[in-house]
């Protein structure tokens, strides 16, 4: 199956810092990526839709000025988290949709975990 | 919109057969998909149905009724790595992208 990778996979950071975190297809090219967040024992929410080469779509009551993508190759979507706090602690998970399956499955990331202390 | 409802917790012995199920209110329907994710890591896909009836791919089953806007994973000889949760999805008709949307998942423990 397709894989999709993500970088880092945890990171910890002051509050105010900025926090990029990567996803790659690695055996696939996606025009399309999604980004997840996910609170301890919740669902996914997704954040956003990220379109290779032009601005993302952000869902309802997700700040773009402070969650920042780019999407800027077939293969790589990168998330910034500027001025981090606290309440942004959360497992981040990105997912690659591979347009070249029947039915356009998406492959997630292993997920990278933000700490903000 | 859409929403979607599964179990919070199920709780089912080893070597049973156990099912989850899911049901979904949406304005439109293109599609259903089962996840699998264990504690800490991301989910993994597990099944797709988009027209009525029973999708078997080993010990796991996806079942898809349209019309009760209803579905179910059934998994079979429960082994103990089967303890995760199980993430029923909607694929989102009017969108270009193919964005999924995601129930809140059931936890199901495994005991010996």
């Known amino acids: 199956g397709a894989v999709v990778s993500q970088h880092p996979s945890w990171v910890i950071c002051k509050s105010g810092t900025s926090v990029k975190i990567e996803c790659r297809s690695l055996?696939?090219?996606?025009?399309?990526m999604f980004w997840y967040r996910q609170f301890p024992k919740q669902s996914l929410m997704l954040m956003a839709t990220?379109?290779?080469?032009?601005?993302?779509?952000?869902e309802q009551g997700v700040e773009k000025d402070k969650f920042l993508i780019n999407h800027a190759s077939l293969t790589l979507s990168t998330l910034t988290v500027t001025s981090a706090h606290p309440e942004d602690s959360s497992f981040y998970i990105c997912?690659?949709?591979?347009?070249?399956?029947?039915?356009?499955?998406?492959?997630f990331g292993p997920g990278t975990r933000l700490t903000v202390l | 919109g859409q929403n979607i409802d599964q179990p919070t917790e199920m709780t089912a012995t080893e070597g049973a057969i156990v099912q989850i199920n899911c049901t979904y209110q949406?304005?439109?329907?293109?599609?259903l998909f089962w996840y699998q994710q264990h504690a800490g890591e991301a989910p993994t896909f597990l099944s797709y149905?988009?027209?009525?009836g029973l999708e078997e791919k080993g010990r796991f089953s996806s079942f898809l009724s349209r019309s009760k806007g209803y579905s179910y994973l059934l998994l079979k000889e429960l082994q103990m790595k089967d303890s995760a949760s199980y993430l029923c999805?909607?694929?989102?008709?009017?969108?270009?992208?193919?964005?999924?949307?995601f129930g809140s998942g059931t936890r199901l423990s495994i005991r010996p």
């Open positions: 997912s690659a949709r591979d347009p070249g399956l029947v039915h356009n499955e998406q492959f």
């Open positions: 990220s379109n290779e080469g032009s601005k993302a779509t952000y």
């Open positions: 999805a909607v694929r989102d008709p009017y969108s270009s992208a193919s964005k999924i949307i």
């Open positions: 949406t304005s439109g329907f293109n599609g």
């Open positions: 149905n988009v027209l009525d």
């Open positions: 055996d696939f090219q996606a025009t399309t």
